[in-house]
C-alpha cells in the first residue's frame, strides 16, 4: 500500500513538472545568416541618403527585417557614409564597400557606387529685366550622359553681388536681379568644406 502511494505522487510531481514545460517560452531561434536586400548598390553623388534593408535568416528557416538591429560600415567614409538602413555619398563619384553585420559572426557586404556628377545645366536668365523674380531651372549631367536627375543635397548655390538667391528646392531656384546689371555669375559647390570640394559655376 506505502509503495502505491509513493507511486501515485511520483506520477503526481512528473505531470506538474510536465506541465510547466508546457507553458514555458520557446528559445529564439538561432541566427545563421544576414542579407542585403540590395546588391551593386548606386547612388548619386548628389541624392538624398538612400535607404537600404537586411533580412535575417534563423535556424527554423524563419526571416525578419533586420535592418535596425545591425551595424552599417563603409571601407571607405570619403566616398559615402553609412548609417544604420542607409547610404549618402561623400565625394563625387567612386566605390566602396558596405557592411551590414551582426554580432560581429554574420555580415553580408556589396559595392556601393557613387555616381560622377560631371555637369549642370541652367535655364537662360534675362539680365535686362532688372528687380525681377526669376527662376532658373537646374539639372544634372552624370556619368553615362544620365541625365534630368534632382540635385537634392550636398550642394550651395551662392550669387554674385548683382543678383540674390531668394529660394532653393531641389529641382529650381529663384533668382532676384538688381538693377543696372549687365551679368550675374552663380557659383555651385559640390561637398563644401571638404576635401572633395568641386565648383560647378556660370555666368550670364
Excluded at 10 to 32: H, K, M, Q, R, Y
Excluded at 131 to 143: C, K, L, M, R, V
Aim: hydrophobic content about 40%; overall charge negative.
Amino acid at each position: 500500500m506505502q509503495y502505491i502511494k509513493t507511486l501515485l505522487i511520483l506520477l503526481s510531481t512528473t505531470f506538474f513538472i510536465s506541465c510547466g514545460e508546457n507553458t514555458t517560452t520557446a528559445p529564439i531561434a538561432d541566427v545563421v545568416s544576414i542579407s542585403l536586400d540590395d546588391s551593386n548598390i548606386s547612388i548619386y553623388s548628389t541624392q538624398l541618403a538612400k535607404p537600404l534593408t537586411a533580412t535575417v535568416t534563423y535556424a527554423d528557416a524563419t526571416t525578419a527585417d533586420a535592418t535596425a538591429n545591425l551595424l552599417w560600415s563603409s571601407s571607405d567614409s570619403t566616398i559615402f557614409q553609412a548609417t544604420v538602413g542607409s547610404v549618402l555619398a561623400t565625394k563625387n563619384g567612386g566605390d566602396a564597400n558596405l557592411t551590414a553585420s551582426y554580432a560581429d559572426t554574420f555580415y553580408d557586404s556589396t559595392t556601393v557606387h557613387v555616381k560622377e556628377l560631371l555637369s549642370i545645366q541652367y535655364s537662360d536668365v534675362n539680365v535686362s529685366d532688372v528687380g525681377t523674380a526669376q527662376i532658373i531651372y537646374i539639372s544634372g549631367t552624370f556619368e553615362n550622359n544620365e541625365t534630368n536627375v534632382t540635385l537634392e543635397t550636398n550642394i550651395a548655390y551662392y550669387s554674385d553681388e548683382n543678383a540674390t538667391i531668394t529660394d532653393i528646392n531641389a529641382t529650381q531656384f529663384t533668382l532676384t536681379v538688381d538693377v543696372n546689371t549687365s551679368s550675374i555669375a552663380i557659383r555651385a559647390v559640390l561637398f563644401e568644406n571638404t576635401d572633395n570640394t568641386q565648383d560647378f559655376n556660370t555666368t550670364f
